[in-house]
């Protein structure tokens, strides 16, 4: 796992998990150095982003630790960040 392209957060997630490398629990944002190819979306898809769509360099998924791990090795990935909730400000 490259560890410099994920945020602290999503490494502090990946390390606190205890459940099955596989399991999807974890939302993610993706960052792409590019747009992606056809075979870069079908890999993104693959590991859990399931609106991966062409011509977005940020996409969205729930990712298991294992998907974290394969994409963060890819070279087109350039970050990937523990999705967190928004909350309206009052």
Request: glycine share 6%; net charge neutral.
């Amino acid at each position: 796992m490259d560890y410099r392209k994920l945020d602290a957060s999503l490494a502090a997630a990946i390390d606190a998990k205890e459940s099955a490398p596989d399991a999807r629990e974890l939302s993610v944002l993706v960052r792409l150095a590019e747009p992606p190819s056809a075979a870069q979306l079908e890999q993104l898809r693959g590991s859990g982003v399931d609106g991966a769509a062409p011509g977005r360099t940020v996409q969205t998924g729930t990712l298991s630790r294992r998907d974290v791990e394969a994409l963060s090795a890819q070279t087109w990935v350039l970050s990937l960040t523990l999705s967190a909730a928004r909350r309206p400000l009052l």
